[in-house]
């Protein structure tokens, strides 16, 4: 039976996707055996589902996920973080501390203060409580170096690519350390500002390009591209002047 859109085609709300049989996903309803999109987004389908990925939308946070979070506020036993979701996170304190929280002594903004930028893992999160979060683990903990960056929420896997193919090539081209947050914000560090600006450059462009094919190597070439345009104004720039 009838599907009216072709995978990446673009969708509005109230857009007819599909009817009868098939079964309908994210960002849609079904009513009267019909299935309308609800958001503004690209056509998808898998097996009898059809869905459609937003193009812009906020962060569902889930446990699990790796995030990357700016302390709002230091309460009396831990803080509270933005995510970049509907509602805000708590990092509790016995969460950051590898031992026995104690309120008298501990100072708290110490650790974490109001306007601190922190990599975090999502330990709980559902519909009666905010995310709780924990830095307990290896390679969580305070941003000290580096340049933030944000990005919607869905484009997150096509930065990263099959088996991490994408955001690989970009760390081996640019010489960048990448920090990913499924929420979207993404840590870009690099042995230079140059070097930072490229891989910025290539996270951008996959954000603006997420819904196309061959990705991977217009990406690979404008990065080629823009490292030989700047090898060769350093070696104009470093040839002696005739006095």
Request: hydrophobic share 35%; glycine share 8%.
């Amino acid at each position: 039976m009838p599907v009216f859109y072709e995978k990446k085609q673009l969708v509005t709300p109230g857009d007819l996707l599909a009817e009868n049989e098939y079964i309908n996903g994210e960002n849609t309803y079904k009513e009267n055996g019909k299935i309308y999109a609800t958001r503004v987004g690209l056509f998808a389908s898998e097996d009898k589902r059809v869905y459609v990925v937003a193009l812009k939308s906020f962060y569902v946070p889930m446990a699990g996920d790796t995030v990357i979070g700016k302390v709002l506020e230091v309460t009396l036993g831990g803080w509270v973080v933005d995510i970049r979701a509907p509602y805000l996170a708590m990092l509790r304190a016995s969460d950051a501390l590898e031992r026995p929280f104690k309120p008298q002594k501990d100072d708290l903004p110490s650790l974490f203060d109001v306007g601190d930028i922190i990599i975090a893992k999502i330990v709980a999160c559902d519909r009666t409580r905010d995310p709780l979060l924990t830095v307990l683990e290896r390679g969580l903990g305070k941003v000290t170096r580096g340049q933030i960056i944000e990005i919607t929420p869905t484009k997150i896997p096509r930065v990263i690519g099959k088996q991490g193919s994408m955001i690989s090539m970009i760390k081996e081209e640019t010489g960048c350390l990448i920090t990913i947050g499924q929420n979207g914000r993404i840590i870009v560090s690099g042995k230079s500002p140059e070097d930072e600006r490229f891989a910025i450059m290539a996270i951008r462009k996959i954000e603006q390009e997420a819904h196309t094919t061959g990705l991977t190597d217009r990406v690979t070439e404008m990065l080629r591209k823009e490292k030989g345009e700047k090898s060769r104004k350093e070696v104009v720039e470093n040839v002696p002047k005739e006095t």
